[in-house]
């Protein structure tokens, strides 16, 4: 079973609202081992919104199209899908008299555009409506079929778990029942040409086995590179051993080229990392921040539970306070030493095992004769001198500062790991 997904509206062409539709219902076919090969968005224009359902219906067992139904001139997904199936419009009165029902209740007369959303091609079935006002419809076009749900996202979810999803289930056979699940493996430090020249020989693997795996790279700009692997199969539990499997290629193919650039998997962000590492060493950490101005702690305490290991930050952003709360000595401030001595002093003044600074320039004019985008990582951990690290990150103001966030919390994972 293929299902293609429609999303009709000039205004997403336009780029004035995000298909957020699209995406969740991908999501959602994807957990129920349903193929979705094809995304479409068509603006409100009759015969673009026919030549994309008929293409849709050319390569995938059914459609879903979101959006149209409503009760103005530009909402023509009826219409649309009234011709592809070659059949006339009629009112359902009984709709008419669900919508005015819906009106009076809330103390207001329906106007007689609403009458437009009681309009069913002849042979289509009605998706009730339980949140708005316009209903749903499930048309069969040959031993196909077309779903028309509205684009408001709330009434749009509802429609397909009550009414099209299990319908769905219904049309697919026995034989064709599968498990589609996904895992992302979350890497700091690479390339995407990188990393797919790294996993390149699973690609040639998958080629030629049919195992039923696939590997695919996700660039998240001050996330890092996503590798993300795919299994389908007949179970729940053969799906995830597919995974297991993949993963553990994957991750060797990775580690012998990067070493370790892999902090998270799925939902886990680098600052689960660091509390994940923090709790299992029972250390807590303290921050002196300058360019980043916040944004470490912020992600920090974002984590659920950070009380239990993160002291707190000193957002030390002019030059007086690193000399004077922190220690930092007289001279540059965007250096190796000032970064040192203002990890030092945060452990010292938040009273943590741990500190962590970052200094540097956000750009765009230079400052202490370095250049934008140079950053110096302070740490200081117990039982090994204080170290700092230097880096050299591209961007404009805003990137270089929050890959300068991610990296410092990167290069304390790394520490953390190695001993």
Known sequence: MRV???????ELLLGQIQDTNSAWLGEQLAAAGIDSHFHQAVGDNPRRMVMALRTALSRSDAVIVCGGLGPTQDDITREAIAEVMNVALIVDEAIVDVIAQMFSSRGREMSENNRRQAEVP?????????RGTAPGLICPVGNKVVYAVPGVPYEMS????????????????????????????????????GLAEAVGPRFDHHATSGAGVTVAFLASGIEGIKVRLTAKAPTEAAAVALLDAEEAEVLALIEARYGDIVFGRDDETMEHAIAALLLERGMTLGLAESLTGGLIASRLVAVEGASAW?????????????????GVPAGPVVSAAAAVAMAEGAARQLGSDIGLSVTGVAGPTTQDDQPAGTVFVGMALPGRPPEAFELH????????RSYAAISALDTLRRALRSS
């Open 310 to 326: 993160f002291r707190g930050a000193i957002v030390s952003y002019a030059s007086e306070v690193k000399h004077n709360l922190l």
């Open 158 to 193: 509802e429609m397909f778990e009550r009414a099209i999803l299990p319908d769905l289930r219904s049309r697919i056979g026995d034989d064709d029942a599968a498990v589609i699940r996904s895992r992302v493996l979350r890497t700091w430090g690479s390339s995407e040409s």
């Open 122 to 130: 002849v042979g289509a079935a009605i998706i009730a409506q339980v």
């Open 4 to 10: 293609e997904i429609v999303a009709i509206g000039t």
């Open 393 to 400: 990150l591209p961007g404009d103001r805003p990137r270089v």
